[in-house]
């Protein structure tokens, strides 16, 4: 601050009270033993608003990096193409520092604000009914869904399907290995990390009803194509009695 806003000195018949060096003091002098000096001068140095700038950015920076400024600003500057899994690497690492404050912020503020909320809703009957599944268990889980728990999320993402293309990779030498892959529960999980809109999938009912159809289907498929192998072989075996009986004839006369 001194060097922003330096304290002054101005002219007068002697000094009154005790020298203030504070940032934009003034205090009087007696010219007549100063005469070289201006009427109002700087006192000390000539003052540098440089110095100020300097200090506030770097106090700025200081609370922008506590206020994970530089987290959502992971791409920032660059200068060079990424590929995809350096790109989630950097969003892994970037997520990685904000994680135990969101975490913390979750867990003191937004859950008991939320589970105080609906009990209240719950009170007052501004809720729907319970489902039946929950009426002897009334348990829930509270799931965030916007972008920041969602980028949290990638890193599950990213675990999940390295773990596909390793199997993947192992079922080529190993089929029974993907009997240990459940498909149902590998979607489910995609749509959960990823926050997409759950109204695109169908329920476990439609679900059944299609399979159901599909194998009745490849069934009368499969039967077909045995009734239809069985009628060639039928008609093959046919045509081979009637030539040996035509040679029997020919034999004979």
Not at 1 to 8: F, W
Not at 35 to 54: K, T, W
Not at 63 to 90: C, H, I, S, W
Request: aromatic letters at 8%.
């Amino acid at each position: 601050m001194k060097h922003t806003d330096p304290p002054l000195a101005v002219p007068s018949n002697a000094f009154l009270m005790p020298f203030n060096a504070n940032p934009r003091a003034i205090n009087y002098y007696n010219k007549k033993y100063m005469a070289n000096a201006g009427d109002m001068f700087s006192f000390g140095n000539a003052g540098d608003p440089q110095v100020g700038i300097n200090a506030v950015e770097y106090y700025s920076n200081k609370v922008k990096g506590l206020m994970f400024n530089d987290v959502f600003l992971a791409f920032e500057g660059l200068t060079k193409q990424m590929n995809n899994p350096e790109v989630m690497e950097r969003i892994n690492e970037k997520m990685t520092l904000l994680g135990p404050a969101v975490g913390r912020y979750t867990a003191e503020i937004l859950n008991p604000t939320i589970i105080r909320t609906i009990g209240i809703l719950y009170r007052h009957g501004k809720l729907p009914d319970v489902p039946d599944a929950l009426v002897d268990n009334p348990q829930y889980e509270i799931d965030y869904v916007s972008q920041l728990a969602q980028a949290q999320r990638r890193s599950e993402m990213n675990s999940l399907v390295t773990a596909l293309q390793m199997t993947a990779q192992m079922a080529q030498f190993a089929p029974e290995c993907l009997d240990k892959i459940d498909p149902d529960k590998a979607v489910d999980e995609t749509w959960s990390i990823t926050g997409a809109p759950v109204r695109v999938l169908r329920d476990d009912k439609e679900i059944e009803e299609i399979r159901t159809a599909r194998s009745q289907a490849n069934a009368q498929a499969q039967q077909m194509q045995m009734m239809a192998g069985g009628a060639g072989i039928a008609k093959v075996a046919t045509e081979a009695d009637k030539n040996i009986a035509e040679t029997q004839v020919a034999s004979r006369q």
